[in-house]
Structure formats: structure tokens, C-alpha cells
């Protein structure tokens, strides 16, 4: 009688078990909540007849992107490369893909708060003694003025705008590197007759209404009166052409 007993219990355990795997496999088979994309890196449709403009950056771009689309709508089809363009060096790799085959009438674009970052080994952004820039100045003026080679060929306007400035205390980054990098980029723009959307003199003339403290990043609002700059540069170039 005892062994039936304990057969049973055996039995009843097993059971459980099998139906406790079942419903973890089913929780695990569950998708997952898609991630919502970020508003600025959701691809258009452009609306025919109206030029085409391309916002090349990493997250600062993102910020002004959706707002520069408000203020242009109507006026051009404003599009961003579906990603943070980060540093020059993936400028480089992905300059191609985010050109695609259309024509383009302006291309605003930016790299350097990447470039001038700190990270490790592992590529994670750190402080400042703990690791190295991840795109050396030399690297940098290198990298720029190859993609200024490439995007010269599409035969759009250009405009670079000026790196926005690195405030005192901003992780992995140093206070006074964008102007050096910006400096840099001068150069290469002066050297390709490349216009210039300087950002970050207006940015510094108003940082401390804008921009978030001891960040790189600007607040909505901050970024809504960058987005006004860069219209003011984008239909200048437009009204040229």
C-alpha cells in the first residue's frame, strides 16, 4: 500500500513538472513588445515635387529632426539615416546605404561628439582616465574629409553644421574638445567650399537654457531652436538652388 502511495505521489510530481516546463516554454514563445523607433529614424514618404533633404547626425540630430520636419512640411521631404550616425567612423561605413540612389537637393550633416568621446576597450563611453578617444583629432580630419569626398558626388548642397558643445561635467567627454574638433572640421570645410551651419556658437550664446545640465543632450525645447537654425540654413540652400 505504501509503495503505491508513494508511486503516486511519484507520479503526480511529474506531472506538475512537465506542466510548470510547458508554461514557461509558453511564457518564453510570448513576443515581446516591439521597441517603438525613435520618431526622427521612422523612414518617410515623400510627397512629390517637394526636395528632398537629408539630416545626417547622431542623437543631437535626432533631437531637431522631427521639429525641422514640422517647420518644412509642405516645403521638403526631410529625411534621417534610420540610425545614430555616430562617429566619423561609421559615417564611413554607412554613408553609402544612408544616400541610397535618390537625389538629393541638401544634406545637412555632423560628426564629433562621438568622435571626441571617451570609451574602452569593449567600446563603452567611460571617464576620461579610464580610457581614449574614440576617434583620435588626426583620425578625425582624415575620416571628415573623406566624407565630404563622397557626399560632394551626389550633387546635393552641403552643410556642416559645428559640433554643439560638451559642458563641464559631461560624462566621458571634455569640456573645450568640440571647438578643437570643430576647428578641424573648418578646415575641411573651408578646403571643399562647404557651408556652414554653426550650431555651436549658437548654442554656446543660450547653453544653460537649452541644454541639460552636465549633458551633451538638449532639452525639447533646446532642441526646437536648434531645429529653427538648421531651417534657416536648409532653405537658404534650397532658395539658392
Same mark, same amino acid.
Given at each position: ?12 510530481l511529474?506531472?506538475?513538472a ?6 514557461? !516554454?509558453?511564457? @518564453?514563445?510570448?513576443?515581446?513588445? @516591439?521597441?517603438?523607433?525613435? $520618431?526622427?529614424? *521612422?523612414?518617410? *514618404?515623400? =510627397?512629390? %515635387? ?7 547626425? +547622431?542623437?543631437?540630430?535626432? %533631437? ?29 561605413? %554607412? ?5 541610397? *540612389? ?19 576597450a569593449?567600446? !563603452?563611453?567611460?571617464?576620461?582616465? *579610464? ?29 556642416? !553644421?559645428?559640433?554643439? $558643445? =560638451? ?7 571634455v569640456?573645450?574638445? @568640440? ?23 549658437? !548654442?554656446?550664446?543660450r ?23 538648421? =531651417?534657416?540654413? =536648409?532653405?537658404?540652400?534650397? +532658395?539658392?538652388?
Amino acid at each position: 500500500m505504501r509503495g503505491s502511495r508513494v508511486a503516486c505521489l511519484m507520479r503526480v510530481l511529474g506531472l506538475l513538472a512537465v506542466c510548470a516546463t510547458m508554461v514557461s !516554454a509558453a511564457e @518564453a514563445g510570448k513576443a515581446r513588445p @516591439a521597441r517603438r523607433v525613435n $520618431p526622427a529614424l *521612422e523612414q518617410i *514618404e515623400d =510627397v512629390p %515635387g517637394l526636395p528632398r533633404v537629408l539630416l545626417i547626425g +547622431d542623437s543631437i540630430s535626432m %533631437g531637431y529632426t522631427v521639429p525641422v520636419r514640422e517647420l518644412l512640411k509642405g516645403k521638403a521631404n526631410v529625411h534621417h539615416p534610420p540610425v545614430n550616425c555616430g562617429p566619423t567612423t561609421r559615417g564611413l561605413e %554607412g554613408l553609402d546605404e544612408w544616400l541610397g *540612389e535618390k537625389k538629393w537637393d541638401v544634406i545637412h550633416f555632423n560628426f564629433g561628439l562621438h568622435d571626441l568621446k571617451y570609451i574602452n576597450a569593449k567600446g !563603452a563611453l567611460v571617464p576620461v582616465a *579610464e580610457g581614449h578617444q574614440q576617434v583620435p583629432i588626426d583620425g578625425y580630419r582624415k575620416n571628415l574629409d573623406a566624407i565630404v569626398t563622397r557626399l560632394k558626388k551626389t550633387g546635393a548642397a552641403l552643410i556642416w !553644421a559645428s559640433t554643439t $558643445p =560638451v559642458p563641464e561635467g559631461a560624462a566621458g567627454r571634455v569640456k573645450g574638445d @568640440a571647438a578643437r574638433y570643430n576647428a578641424v572640421a573648418a578646415a575641411v570645410m573651408k578646403k571643399h567650399g562647404v557651408a556652414t551651419d554653426d550650431l555651436y556658437t549658437f !548654442a554656446l550664446e543660450r547653453l544653460e537654457k537649452i541644454q541639460r545640465p552636465k549633458n551633451v543632450h538638449f532639452t525639447p525645447e533646446g532642441s526646437k531652436a536648434l531645429a529653427e537654425q538648421v =531651417v534657416k540654413h =536648409v532653405l537658404k540652400a534650397l +532658395d539658392a538652388g
